[in-house]
């Protein structure tokens, strides 16, 4: 099998190149051959890696930034994810799509499941929400992935910033009134490439659709940055002391949803996948993370 991944160096691009196994290749591309703000680039650059599904991981992901830029945030976030998932109906394939937990308002008390209504309160959730319309519009042959929190050993993410950071500091605060499920690229990258197979296996309605994909369990940022220092010292590495503070106290740009966390039973009844526990996937990227830096 061939999948094509937009994003050439994206956490979730990444993951996949270096999770796939042998007998599946992943072609990671990017910019300037397929540039989703330009979307005339890309049917042509899809069309030439010759896949049998495309991956849809690449984003405008500076959710701070696009409160001031939202025209580039919509153009390669709804648009572009629109165009590539056009140019998968147009090659006959099956497209999976990456979105997010921001689609969401993050007022409800439980985690969210698929069926519940959005209501983004960043310009990013917000098209992010127009994509994920897009996608569907697009090609009925699609899976869209709801996802959180990614970390990763590549790219920029929490956990890389927060061992950055305890270089130089004994103590961070942290907020710990917003609630998510950290979530491995990694684990992403697995579970991914199970949907793929199935995909392209078997034309079943009930494989398409959306679906939440996040690691297992649930934390604040606080309970994140805990972790990760516990973790951390354990292997040797830098830790600092995490004092929690509130979103109050941490103003940002962007709004965030105050519970980010996404139920997962729908992929694990439908396709019989959970992803790992969080805490564990979190040690997995530590020692990877601490490894590159010694
Ligand atoms: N990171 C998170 O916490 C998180 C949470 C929920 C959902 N998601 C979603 O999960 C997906 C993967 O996220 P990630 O963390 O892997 O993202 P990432 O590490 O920020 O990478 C984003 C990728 O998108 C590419 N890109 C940006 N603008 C582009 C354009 N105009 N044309 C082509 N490529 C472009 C970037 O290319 P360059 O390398 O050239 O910059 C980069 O490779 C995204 O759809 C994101 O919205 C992420």
Redesign the pocket.
Same mark, same amino acid.
């Given at each position: 099998m061939r999948i094509a991944v937009? %994003?050439?160096? !994206?956490?979730?691009?990444r993951s996949l190149r270096a999770t796939a196994p042998s007998g599946i290749e992943v072609i990671a591309i !990017?910019?300037p051959e @397929? /540039?989703?703000?330009n979307p005339a680039s890309v049917l042509p650059a899809l069309t030439a890696a010759q896949p049998d599904v495309i991956v849809? =991981? #690449?984003? *405008?992901?500076a959710v701070d930034k696009a409160e001031s830029e939202p025209e580039s945030a919509f =153009?390669? &976030?709804a648009a %572009?994810a629109g165009a590539v998932s056009e140019a998968a109906a147009k090659l006959g394939i099956p497209v999976i799509? @990456?979105?997010? /937990?921001?689609v969401f308002s993050g007022e409800k008390l439980a985690p969210y499941v698929e069926a519940d209504p959005t209501g983004p309160i960043s310009v990013y959730g917000s098209t992010?929400l127009e994509g994920e319309l897009r996608v569907a519009a697009g090609n009925p042959d699609h899976v869209i992935l709801?996802?959180?929190?990614? *970390?990763s050993p590549?790219? #920029? &993410?929490f956990v890389k910033t927060m061992l950055r950071l305890a270089e130089t500091r004994n103590e961070l605060r942290v907020v710990a009134d917003q609630q998510g499920c950290p979530?491995a690229?990694l684990d992403i990258a697995e579970a991914t490439l199970a949907i793929a197979a199935r995909l392209k296996a078997d034309a079943d309605i009930a494989l398409r659709g959306t679906f939440h994909l996040t690691g297992t369990g649930e934390a604040s940022w606080a309970d994140f940055a805990t972790e990760i220092f516990a973790q951390s010292r354990a292997l040797g590495g830098n830790s600092a002391a995490v004092t929690p503070i509130t979103t109050a106290e941490y103003p940002t740009p962007a709004r965030r949803p105050a519970n980010s966390r996404l139920s997962g039973d729908k992929l694990a009844a439908t396709y019989g996948i959970r992803l790992p526990g969080w805490k564990s996937s979190t040690e997995i990227a530590v020692r990877a993370i601490l490894k590159n830096a010694i």
């Open positions: 937009t %994003g050439r160096e !994206g956490q979730v691009a !990017g910019r @397929l /540039d989703l703000a849809s =991981a #690449a984003a *405008y992901t =153009a390669v &976030n %572009g799509h @990456l979105s997010t /937990d921001y992010k709801r996802t959180a929190w990614v *970390y590549f790219g #920029a &993410n979530t690229a």
